[in-house]
């Protein structure tokens, strides 16, 4: 068995979960609604104030989707209760990130700015000029729109100049060896 497909999902107060017949689970709680469809192989059942996962048999997909259905769902509840964040560094000289209204601009070295708009739940904090943190309730959603500002200038591994994540280590590289 899955260890992780085996594992109970706590449903906290506060939190409706909603399971259809073709395998549509909806998430309302104090931060918004999320709504997936998982595959038909696996049964979603709500015990009180648990949800499992089982799978119908130990075939070689259907394992996979056991661990990778309770994750998302797990994932669905911690997103409409306490929702996700991911944090961004900008480092370079003249390198910033700047909030204006519901838009981040970013200006990373190019002859023009970049504007990136806030949309499906997702928002940005900018508490400095070289940290972007990217707010949302769907793990999903905000994954995405952090890799979309890091692909904007990823860092090199020269100088490290870039976009990183906050936990992400860059490997550097020496550079030309002088005389």
């Known amino acids: 068995m899955s260890r992780i497909g ?39 059942r709500r015990d009180g104030e648990t949800i499992l996962v089982e799978r119908p048999d130990d075939q070689k997909e259907n394992r996979a989707l056991h661990g990778l259905t309770r994750s998302l769902l797990n994932n669905m509840v911690v997103g409409v209760t306490e929702g996700y964040s991911k944090t961004l560094e900008i480092v370079g000289v003249g390198y910033r990130a700047a909030k204006e209204g519901k838009s981040l601009k970013l200006g990373l070295g190019y002859s023009h700015g970049i504007t990136i708009e806030e949309e499906n739940g997702i928002t940005y904090e900018v508490p400095n000029q070289n940290t972007i943190i990217v707010h949302g309730i769907s793990k999903e959603a905000v994954g995405q729109a952090a890799a979309i500002i890091r692909s904007k200038r990823p860092p090199e591994p ?3 100049k870039g976009v990183k994540y906050a936990d992400e280590h860059i490997r550097r590289k020496a550079g030309k060896a002088g005389k």
């Open 6 to 44: 085996r594992m109970p999902i706590t449903v906290p107060a506060g939190v409706d979960v909603t399971i259809a017949p073709d395998n549509t689970v909806t998430v309302k709680g104090p931060k918004g609604t999320l709504t997936q469809n998982f595959h038909a192989n696996m049964t979603i």
């Open 158 to 160: 020269y100088l490290g």
